[in-house]
């Protein structure tokens, strides 16, 4: 779920997303968290029969540091490792960031999700939502040699990032995402270039390029009623032929704590790809699930999803790069729980 979402307005603090984090140690100086996230997941998915494939759900740890050097400059470092939810004896490093936050801003320099990844559409899901999220498609929204930069203004921040490719292994990123936020109603927009120059499609090795764009808006109709909305804009191509992708997107969900401690969310994502004389596709997804939330630090949700249509790809809730897919009218299933710290 993209709990940025109901904070949009990312302060440079947030530079973990760890909330709960547990304080190793702490100083008029420096501070050193330990942060992490149990996940487990039951999937029932229609296309296999229903037969549930129990997983890690990408369960996660880091350590967090920051360093005041003085009261207007600070040195940060970030070490993230997890496991895959495809294969709990893999761990791998997630995030690996070192940065410095000044009145200026926040710099940050390493491996680390995209800034388009950070903020998110409108997706509420744990599981089947994100086909409106066209940012992903090449790179599962992650980038290996970036510098980020944030800042805040009272009510304004501006975020963007830019990847260095500097080995065939790596990609052409630049991103550019503004926001605000006025008493209940927030939004941000902007876009980005993403460039695999060694796409693998089969035993095809490809040069693509994704261009996109986006425009989100979240509306706090009450204390426990949250509604969001989100427009995604798509470019792909495929150099040295006439190969392209124009890619449109709506998503629209809702957020609603009817219960003490308990909350509903509903979602509706509908995309369509037009591919010229190859064909066009359009895509239908639908999701519903509810939440309790024991406290903040643990929780546990089912949701049910339907699909119907195609997708040219995207990146599910576990940061995995899904390829085209054809869904026939499938409703699909998942029980999870998670534990913060």
Known sequence: MKKSLLALAVSAAAFTGAANAAEIYSSDEATVDFY?????????????????????????????????????FAVLGLVEVGV??????????????????????????????????????????????????????LNGALNDSQIKY???????WVKAAYGFNDS?????????????????????????????????????????SNTYYE???????????????TYYGSKVEVKDSDFDVDQNAISVGAYWTFVEKTSLYAGYEYVKQDAGDYGDEDGNNTFVGVEYKFSSWARVFAEVGYAD??????????DNLIGPSTADSETNFGLGARFYW
Do not use: C
Not at 190 to 205: I, L, Q, V
Not at 309 to 318: C, K, M, P, Y
């Open 168 to 208: 065939s292994s790596h990609q052409d990123l630049a991103e550019g995402f503004v926001g605000a936020s006025f008493g209940a109603f927030s939004f941000h927009a902007g876009g980005g270039y993403n460039r695999n120059h060694d796409f693998k499609a089969g035993n095809t090795s490809l040069d693509v």
């Open 309 to 318: 249509g195609a997708t040219l790809g995207f990146v599910d809730e576990n």
């Open 84 to 137: 895959p939810a495809n294969d709990s004896s893999d761990v791998t490093v997630r995030r690996h960031m070192v940065g410095f936050a000044t009145d200026l801003g926040t710099i940050q320099f390493g491996k680390d999700w995209t800034v388009s990844d950070d903020l998110g559409g409108t997706d509420y899901s744990y599981f089947f939502g994100g086909t409106g999220n066209l940012y992903g498609q």
């Open 150 to 156: 944030s800042l805040d203004l009272d009510n304004w």
């Open 215 to 229: 425009a989100t808006g979240v509306f706090d109709a009450t204390d426990t009623l949250q509604l969001s909305a």
């Open 36 to 72: 992490g996230q149990l996940r487990t997941e039951m999937k029932f998915m229609d296309a296999d029969d229903y037969n549930g494939d129990l997983s890690t759900g990408s369960s996660r740890t880091g350590v967090d540091a920051k360093y005041n050097v003085s009261d207007n």
